[in-house]
């Protein structure tokens, strides 16, 4: 977000039990009234009238202002109106995974010392568990409103990033959801919904936004940065790939917000693109909110990307684009003399301050007192509670993912988890054996209490040893103690290495260079696997996939897990699994990529589909088929799970929409060859089809046949038609449905789904059309594959 500041790092918050239960709480000083105050100069006026619908109330807030007034709630830090006793508002508020500082609009202090830090949103995503994600939100919203009571949060939270993480260097791809259009879609909506509350009125407790619309997955990366990068996208890759999420998020999740990204999308500023903003967000999706730009995206649009000649056109082309708010200056200080100059009209301007007035309203902020809302009792009582703290626990757990898991030598089952009898001294080394701020990733606030790897590791053994055996994350130089290290393995019956990365190598404004661990960490690692008594389990912290061939390939390495960043909890949640507290069951979100993969895919080549011609590999699990390190997807258990499809059709029909005579020509033009279509091939236009109730009922029976109770995610892959190119470029396989069901020991449970033809079953051609190939359609589950064939029936015949 912040483009000239780095941000900033959260500080270790110590919050000592014995010591808060002896001190009274600090005071909490009761939030004045942002506008619409009883008694206040506009308490009679139109705007403050509950009773009316909330857009006639804003326009006729708008109508009152002057320009000048106008153009200062123009940007995110709103200037007040007195005069109708109108507050002013910081719109910059965070809450990725978790209340967050990074914003001007929280301030930790006081009563609010620290908020609940969740595990970062790609470690929550390894989850696959749209209930957990939606807790997460709800929790985070309590915390927030509590903040706002406490005149130490605002309202409007610019979150969630539902970026699709294409490519494995990108230092932000931890806050996303990961590599899968149809997860990171799932998660937007459901995190969406946790924090606004909306159900099924218009009023909102908390006000998200979906960022960065769109195509923005490159921060610096050699010698370019986002604010001069020119993404060149497919219409077909924005339709099947990077829009999807956004959609999901406007139209699923129903958020108040839209952020438009720094970088242009094939030569157009997205913060300048009238065709995305008012076309595509507001008109195709129907968002209800507003839009607002990534900070100083007009700025950067003028000074760095030289889109237009003057500042007054700048302003003039966001606010005619459809923008509106400015996280920035630009548009406070020249959408005046913009306007004076007839280059945008006062109506493009009330047009943006009723979007953003009318939220407000929803918010319940010119509503008077806010004690007096539905929300008004939420308090400090109501932050880092022990259900929340219970619930970042819960997530951290779920999030692991168990990517290796020797058998062991003598009397068989694999070596995880371990058993506090048999390994009463347990070595805990590596750089992150002790990490605290870096569990958390970055757009993080300040937590309640953080639970070190060693802290946990400790809780289960009757001695747990030290030793970094790394300074700290980068690890170089000759100096480092891995000495140390080595000998604590030597002695110990067991020995946990935590490594990975932070944010020093993957954040904000840096992209990686390189997939493999830093500095000397994987020297360390391999030293203590050659010189443990005991087995070795490797712990991984990062955002980012990491090439550990090395390790994987090392049977002195016993268990490799994967834990993200696990937010404040994290090695409880780390302990928990080792020592078979915790079934793991997560799955990884991205792909891991080999190191050689670098050299093929330029971070500047959008492209989602391969390339034979060029040696160009194509990116995630969809449209790459090399070698990987570990694929999309992949997570073991401590039990073993299989399925039985229960129930799913063999055929379906597709019925087109219209009368007979609209059908009739319907069906001549929507099955005609597509493009790249071979011959006598059809693909029915998702435009043309009747899409309501259009879905294929899948029944899956899961049968864990383990010793262990456990959680799995049944994951339902879809491929189009094989016979021939029914659309070029589909993708060789796509996620179109996931279920988290927990199931005994030797129970069955079954799971019902429903794959919606028309999005799931459907292609995007080149021109971004989308269709839906006739013919033989395959649906994965895990060993089992089931053909539906789908067939065109025309209505009114």
Same mark, same amino acid.
């Given at each position: ?336 003399? @913009? ?143 891995? @000495? ?9 019956? @067991? ?303």
């Amino acid at each position: 977000m912040r483009r000239r500041a780095p941000i900033p790092l959260p500080v270790l918050l110590l919050m000592a039990a014995a010591a808060s239960s002896l001190a009274p709480p600090p005071a909490v000083e009761a939030r004045a009234a942002f506008a619409c105050a009883p008694g206040g100069p506009a308490t009679s006026l139109p705007f403050c009238r509950q009773s009316l619908p909330l857009h006639a109330r804003a326009r006729d807030f708008v109508s009152r202002l002057t320009r000048a007034e106008k153009v200062r709630l123009l940007v995110n830090n709103a200037a007040g109106v007195p005069r109708l006793g109108v507050a002013g508002y910081e719109w910059w508020s965070e809450a990725l995974h978790g209340v967050s500082d990074t914003g001007p609009g929280v301030k930790f202090g006081g009563a609010f010392p620290g908020a609940t830090a969740f595990p970062q949103v790609i470690g929550t995503a390894a989850a696959l568990n749209a209930s957990l994600w939606e807790l997460i939100g709800r929790a985070v919203s309590d915390e927030a409103r509590a903040m706002y009571n406490g005149g130490q949060a605002g309202l409007t939270f610019w979150s969630p990033n539902v970026n699709i993480f294409r490519d494995p260097r990108w230092g932000r791809g931890q806050e996303t959801p990961g590599e899968d259009p149809t997860i990171s879609s799932r998660y937007a909506a459901a995190y969406v919904r946790g924090l606004q509350q909306a159900h099924n009125t218009n009023r909102l407790k908390l006000a998200a936004c979906c960022k960065h619309f769109t195509a923005y997955d490159l921060d610096h990366w050699g010698n370019t940065d986002r604010f001069h990068f020119n993404a060149v996208v497919s219409p077909q890759d924005l339709e099947d790939t990077f829009n999807v999420p956004f959609r999901s998020c406007v139209a699923d999740g129903n958020a108040a917000a839209v952020m438009c990204s720094y970088n242009q999308v094939n030569g157009v500023p997205t913060c300048a693109d009238e065709g995305f903003l008012k076309g595509t967000i507001r008109g195709k999706w129907g968002l209800d909110g507003y839009i607002v730009s990534d900070c100083d995206s007009v700025d950067v649009f003028f000074n760095d990307q030289h889109y237009t000649h003057t500042t007054e056109d700048a302003a003039a082309a966001a606010l005619r684009a459809g923008l509106d708010l400015d996280c920035g200056p630009f548009l406070a200080v020249y959408t005046e003399p @913009a306007v004076a100059k007839g280059k945008v009209s006062d109506a493009d301007v009330d047009a943006a301050l009723i979007n953003t007035v009318t939220v407000q309203m929803r918010l319940g902020m010119f509503d008077g007192d806010p004690a007096s809302g539905p929300y008004g009792h939420l308090g400090p009582k109501d932050v880092c509670t022990p259900a929340h703290q219970e619930l970042a626990l819960e997530a951290a757990r779920q999030g692991v993912v168990l990517l290796k898991n020797e058998k062991r030598k003598k009397h068989g089952g694999d070596i995880l988890p371990l058993r506090a009898a048999a390994h009463r001294t347990v070595a805990v080394v590596g750089p992150h054996a002790e990490a605290t701020v870096a569990m958390v990733g970055n757009y993080a606030g300040k937590a309640c209490r953080y639970t070190t790897s060693l802290q946990g590791v400790a809780g289960y053994v009757k001695q747990a040893v030290h030793a970094a055996g790394c300074a700290d994350v980068a690890c170089a130089g000759t100096q480092q103690p891995v @000495a140390a290290a080595v000998d604590a393995a030597r002695r110990a019956d @067991a020995t946990v290495v935590v490594a990975g990365l932070d944010q020093k190598v993957e954040a904000e404004g840096l992209d990686r260079n390189s997939l493999l661990l830093p500095g000397r960490q994987a020297e360390l690692i391999s030293a203590v696997a050659k010189a443990s008594k005991g087995p070795v389990i490797l712990v991984l912290m990062s955002g980012g996939p990491i090439d550990i061939a090395f390790a994987q390939n090392d049977p002195r390495i016993a268990a490799i897990l994967w834990v993200g960043y696990p937010g404040q909890a994290g090695g409880q949640a780390i302990a928990d699994v080792i020592f078979g507290h915790h079934n793991p069951g997560g799955k990884l979100p991205m792909t891991w990529y080999p190191q050689d993969y670098l050299r093929k895919a330029p971070m500047t080549n959008m492209a989602m589909r391969a390339n034979p011609a060029s040696g160009y590999p194509g990116r995630t699990y969809r449209f790459y088929t090399g070698p990987t390190i570990h694929p999309f997807g992949h997570g073991l258990s401590y039990t073993r799970f299989t399925h039985t499809l229960a129930h799913a059709p063999a055929r379906l029909t597709v019925r087109l929409a219209g009368g007979h005579a609209a059908a009739a020509t319907s069906l001549l033009n929507a099955t005609t060859r597509s493009a790249g279509a071979g011959a006598g091939e059809r693909a029915v236009r998702v435009a043309h089809a009747r899409c309501e109730g259009l879905s294929v009922p899948v029944h899956v029976d899961v049968r864990n046949v383990g010793e262990r109770d456990g959680a799995h995610t049944v994951m339902v892959y879809h491929a189009a038609p094989a016979s021939g190119v029914v659309v070029a470029g589909a993708p060789e396989r796509q996620l179109v449905a996931f279920e988290k069901v927990h199931v005994a020991a030797g129970g069955v449970a079954r799971v019902e789904m429903g794959i919606d033809v028309c999005e799931g079953m459907s292609v995007a051609d080149r021109d971004g059309v989308r269709r839906i190939p006739v013919g033989d359609h395959s649906l994965v589950i895990g060993e089992i594959t089931h053909t539906v064939t789908l067939g065109v029936e025309q209505l009114g015949v």
